[in-house]
C-alpha cells in the first residue's frame, strides 16, 4: 500500500496540492490571515484572556511599576487639588476674619479677593484692625487701583498675611503670633466660665458697676479707647457683672474681659483697649498706682504690693 503522506516524485506533489482537500486547506488558511488583518481577531482574543487573567498574575516588573508609580502619582494629585479647592471654597465662603484663620492649614495657604479682605477688615474694631494694616495704607492702595488680592499663610505658629498686586507683587505684609492675634480680637470673642478661670486677669478683676462708673467719669475719647465698640456689650445677652484687665500689652492694646451673667451660666465677653486709655481707668479703680513713664512702654499690670 503507498504510503500517501510521502509523495515519491513532483508529479504526485501537484496532483496531491491540487486536489480537493488541499484546495479547501489553503483557501482556509488565506481565509484565517484576511480576517486576522481585518479585524485583529488573534489581538483581540489574547487580550482579553490576558484581561481575565490579570488578577491572577504577580505584578511584578518594570511595567507594573510604572504603572503603580503613575496610579499614586494621580491619585496624590487628585487628594491635592481637592484639598486646594476645598480650602478656596471655605475662603469665600469666610464670614469673619477669624473664621478664615481658623481654616487655614500649615501645608498650604490660601488667596482671596481685596474686596472680601476688605469686607473682613471692617468688621473688626478699630483699634485692633489698626494692628493688622493701617487703613490709610489700604485706602490709598485700593484708590491706586494697584492692589487686587491677598494671601493669607500660616508657618511655624505664625501668620503671614500679604497685600499683592495682579502680578503677585507684594505690596504690604504682616506676621501674627498667636497672642497677636488674640489681641486684633480675631479669637472667639466669647468664653464660657468666670475670670478666674483665666490667668491673664488675675489680681485686675473688678466689679462691672465700679469698673463703668468709673470709665463714665472720664472723657468721650478715652472712653472710646477702651471700649471701641460698646453696642457689643450692650447688644450681648446678661448683665455684666465683673471686668478683667490683661496683665498682656501687645501694639499697645491690652485685652478686657467683661464676665457676664446670663441664662446658660456665666459668660466672658473679650474686647480689645487701648493702653494709655485702659491705664486712665485702673488709675481711678486704684488711685495707689504710680503712672508709667511711656505709654507706649510694655509696662506691667500689677497691683502694689500693700
Not at 50 to 79: I, Y
Not at 281 to 289: F, G, Q, S
Amino acid at each position: 500500500m503507498p504510503a500517501w503522506s510521502e509523495p515519491q516524485d513532483l508529479k504526485t506533489w501537484m496532483v496531491r496540492g491540487l486536489s480537493f482537500r488541499g484546495t479547501v486547506l489553503f483557501l482556509s488558511v488565506i481565509a484565517i490571515l484576511i480576517s486576522e488583518v481585518r479585524f485583529s481577531w488573534v489581538e483581540v482574543l489574547v487580550g482579553r484572556y490576558l484581561a481575565v487573567t490579570n488578577s491572577h498574575r504577580p505584578e511584578s516588573g518594570s511595567v507594573w511599576e510604572q504603572g503603580r508609580l503613575k496610579q499614586v502619582a494621580t491619585q496624590t494629585l487628585e487628594q491635592m487639588v481637592t484639598r486646594q479647592n476645598t480650602a478656596q471654597r471655605e475662603a469665600r465662603e469666610a464670614t469673619s476674619l477669624p473664621q478664615l484663620i481658623d481654616g487655614l492649614s500649615t501645608s498650604q495657604g490660601t488667596m482671596i479677593s481685596a474686596a472680601q479682605f476688605k469686607t473682613l477688615y471692617s468688621q473688626i474694631p478699630e483699634a485692633a484692625a489698626r494692628t493688622l494694616f493701617s487703613p490709610i495704607l489700604m485706602l490709598r492702595i485700593s484708590a491706586e487701583k494697584s492692589w487686587d488680592r491677598v494671601y493669607l499663610e500660616r508657618e511655624n505658629g505664625q501668620v503671614g498675611i500679604y497685600l499683592l498686586d495682579r502680578g503677585n507683587n507684594v505690596l504690604s505684609y504682616t506676621t501674627l503670633t498667636d497672642q497677636q492675634l488674640k489681641s486684633t480680637g480675631t479669637e472667639s470673642p466669647i468664653l464660657a466660665g468666670t475670670l478666674e478661670g483665666q490667668p491673664e486677669f488675675a489680681g485686675r478683676i473688678y466689679p462691672a458697676d465700679r469698673f463703668f462708673m468709673a470709665l463714665d467719669s472720664l472723657s468721650p475719647e478715652t472712653q472710646r479707647g477702651v471700649l471701641s465698640q460698646p453696642g457689643t456689650l450692650l447688644a450681648a445677652e446678661g448683665t455684666p457683672v465683673r471686668v478683667g484687665v490683661s496683665d498682656e500689652v501687645s501694639a499697645d492694646m491690652i485685652r478686657i474681659g467683661v464676665e457676664m451673667d446670663t441664662a446658660q451660666g456665666r459668660q466672658i465677653l473679650l474686647t480689645m483697649g487701648q493702653e494709655w486709655a485702659v491705664w486712665q481707668v485702673r488709675m481711678l479703680l486704684e488711685p495707689r498706682l504710680s503712672k508709667p513713664s511711656s505709654s507706649k512702654s510694655l509696662w506691667p499690670l500689677r497691683r502694689e504690693e500693700r
